[in-house]
């Protein structure tokens, strides 16, 4: 059985009879009816998706799914295909499907990705916990400003919109958190 608090991005669980896979954490809120944690979800066999509050304490069947190691090829339009390691197997998902987690890969990365698979249906992806990417555009960078508290808009070579701080410039390499999409620093390669 699962906790409230041991469920993240990725975990599997059933909820009123449906099958669960959590797609991102919008936070958690605290008040006179004690902790609610706040998550996005997508149903496993329908694909939709909801954000639903869980109280604290509740407690859930965990969901079996099985996880295949696989990198991405190429990109086809809105399908994104993928090779499994094991079994040189073409899989082909699309961008939809992938959600926010199609904004961090590309095919020119090295880094494996993960499939999750339920009753032999591919229910999910989970990336690397820090991918790095190329600012295609930002505005300038402000010189001197290194507290990195204030943050501008940049555009990453895979097209996606992150928040970056007011010292990074066109051509950086940065570093980012796949679970938020949050800044980590600046790439050291």
């Known amino acids: 059985m699962l906790m409230t608090n041991e469920i993240k991005v990725g975990t599997a669980f059933m909820y009123e009879g449906a099958p669960l896979i959590v797609q991102k954490m919008l936070g958690q809120k605290s008040g006179r009816q004690g902790m609610v944690t706040k998550l996005r ?4 066999v329908t694909g939709g ?8 304490g509740e407690k859930f069947e965990e969901v079996e799914l099985v996880e295949k190691n696989v990198k991405l090829s190429y990109i ?4 994104y295909h993928f090779m499994d390691q094991e079994t040189f197997d073409d899989i082909t998902l699309e961008k939809d499907y992938l959600g926010d987690n199609a904004g961090y890969i590309s095919p020119d990365d090295d880094y494996e990705v993960k499939i999750t698979y339920y009753n032999e249906k591919p229910v999910g992806v989970r990336l690397p916990i820090q991918v790095t990417r190329t600012i295609t555009y930002c505005e300038p960078g402000v010189k001197g400003d290194t507290s990195g508290k204030s943050t501008k808009p940049a555009t990453l070579d895979t097209g996606m919109e992150v928040k970056v701080p007011l010292f990074c410039n066109t051509d950086d390499r940065i570093v980012i958190d796949t679970r938020d999409g949050s800044f980590v620093e600046r790439a050291k390669d």
């Open 41 to 44: 979800v997508a149903n496993i």
């Open 49 to 56: 998706t909801q954000d639903l509050g869980l109280d604290a």
């Open 76 to 79: 086809d339009g809105n399908d």
